[in-house]
């Protein structure tokens, strides 16, 4: 997947010294409940998995930068469920010094205009806590349809699907 570049963001790939933004991202008291804890060797490793499947696939998580600055401020992709798969899930983490400027859904749209045409998925998924109110809002701006729950990431998620032809 090329660089994608929207009105406000370029959404590049991961990169290794990424990692340190990426911790501090996660980290955020308010992001915690929603991107679970992470450590810096597990972020290099998850970078080290997204830059062998973009080698592999064409196509990966994306680093969103602010076009104005060069700022990490999160991540954005289309990546196997659980970085194995077989489904394949649309992920997005945003620094929370960034929620509620519609950032989130600039990314995802992007993401999501390439995607499909990228993966030649007939479908996409996402998962989502139930009491994720913003993932809740994007996911159905986007036309993710419910599809019941699944055990993901060590816990009980709401599954949307998006096809392809949505």
Request: proline content about 5%.
């Amino acid at each position: 997947m090329p660089e994608l570049l929207t009105e406000r963001l370029r959404l590049r790939p991961l990169r290794v010294d990424d990692a340190e933004r990426l911790l501090a991202i996660y980290s955020h008291p308010l992001a915690v409940p929603w991107t679970g804890a992470h450590t810096l060797s597990e972020i290099r490793a998850e970078i080290a998995f997204y830059a062998g499947f973009e080698a592999e696939h064409g196509w990966s998580m994306r680093g969103i930068e602010l076009r104005a600055t060069g700022e990490l401020i999160g991540d954005c992709g289309i990546v196997p469920l659980e970085l194995k798969g077989p489904e394949l899930e649309l992920m997005y983490d945003l620094h929370p010094g960034f929620w509620g400027r519609g950032l989130a859904s600039e990314a995802v749209g992007a993401v999501l205009d390439a995607g499909f045409g990228e993966t030649g998925a007939e479908q996409i998924i996402a998962v989502a806590k139930p009491t994720n109110a913003a993932s809740l809002r994007i996911l159905a701006k986007f036309a993710f349809a419910a599809d019941g729950t699944m055990h993901a990431y060590d816990e009980d998620l709401l599954r949307f699907v998006r096809r392809a032809h949505a």
